[in-house]
């Protein structure tokens, strides 16, 4: 288990990477369409969906980075007030119910992402770039954000980690 763990948290690690890379060239991209408009006076036909799906890929992909440090919004006013037991079934209790949801997303990610593939659809924009690419982050990313649920519950049951990131005595 600790395998799977440290491989999922490896592998978050490295989604959070992609995504600061992802970000930092929409970022560069942003500014070269502002030369290339402004200064230039020269059309820009691919810099806008590349900045959008750069943004989104980002989004999808740095999810699990995101749980991985406990970055995701979690309302823990509740938890403050109850006993350590009734916090471990609410946590428990919220990371299955975003694991499934995780895993139905991938899951008609995946399909949508492979109907565009075999359907050889692309973009209606004049890049006209082929479809499946800005779809594969929604699959890949909530596929791994998933891992990283099942890391969260695995650590949440075995005891290796606390609900909430709370220790018994915080409460009550």
């Not at 490896?10 to 992802?22: D, E, F, K, M, Y």
């Not at 006076?41 to 799906?53: G, L």
């Not at 565009?116 to 209606?124: H, K, N």
């Amino acid at each position: 288990m600790d395998v799977f763990v440290n491989l999922v948290r490896r592998l978050s690690q490295v989604c959070g990477v992609a995504a600061a890379v992802l970000l930092a060239a929409a970022g560069v991209v942003v500014c070269q369409m502002v030369v290339m408009r402004y200064f230039l006076n020269a059309s820009t036909v691919w810099q806008s969906d590349f900045v959008t799906y750069a943004i989104v890929a980002s989004t999808f992909i740095g999810a699990p980075y995101v749980l991985l440090h406990k970055g995701h919004v979690n309302v823990d006013l509740v938890p403050l007030y109850v006993k350590h037991r009734v916090r471990f079934v609410l946590a428990l209790f919220g990371s299955l119910m975003s694991l499934i949801f995780c895993v139905v997303v991938a899951w008609y990610g995946w399909r949508y992402f492979h109907e565009a593939l075999a359907g050889g659809w692309r973009t209606e924009t004049v890049w006209a770039l082929p479809l499946w690419i800005p779809l594969l982050p929604l699959p890949v990313g909530m596929g791994l954000l998933a891992l990283q649920y099942v890391a969260d519950i695995l650590c949440l049951v075995t005891g290796r980690a606390t609900p909430f990131d709370m220790q018994p005595e915080e409460a009550e």
